[in-house]
């Protein structure tokens, strides 16, 4: 009998789709890869990226908020696997027109 466990097979970013794998955890079966969708910058959903969406990743990192479900995921633009001030700074130069979508 298999157990399917979802893991990250690539890490989704601001600007590359990620992908998971469906695997038995007991002899390795992959049954499926699931494609994950580019990660989106505005942090708050309130339809714009702005220095609001940096803090709210700084306040997470350093522990003054907690981001939980889709805002957690996309805080973590670099895919590194934690949302910090690199991810605030990738924000931030969103939010400028320096790095564009």
């Known amino acids: 009998e298999h157990n399917y466990v979802r893991t990250t097979e690539k890490a989704a970013t601001y600007r590359n789709e990620g992908q998971d794998k469906l695997a038995c955890d007991k002899c390795d079966l992959v049954s499926r890869y699931i494609p994950t969708k580019k990660l989106n910058a505005d942090i708050d959903s309130d339809g714009t990226i702005t220095s609001a969406d940096a803090l709210l990743i700084l306040q997470h990192s350093t522990g003054l908020k ?11 633009l670099d895919g590194v696997g934690v949302a910090n001030s690199a991810d605030a700074l990738i924000v931030i130069q969103i939010a400028t027109g320096l790095i564009i979508l």
């Open 66 to 76: 907690t981001l939980e479900g889709d805002a957690l995921r996309n805080a973590n």
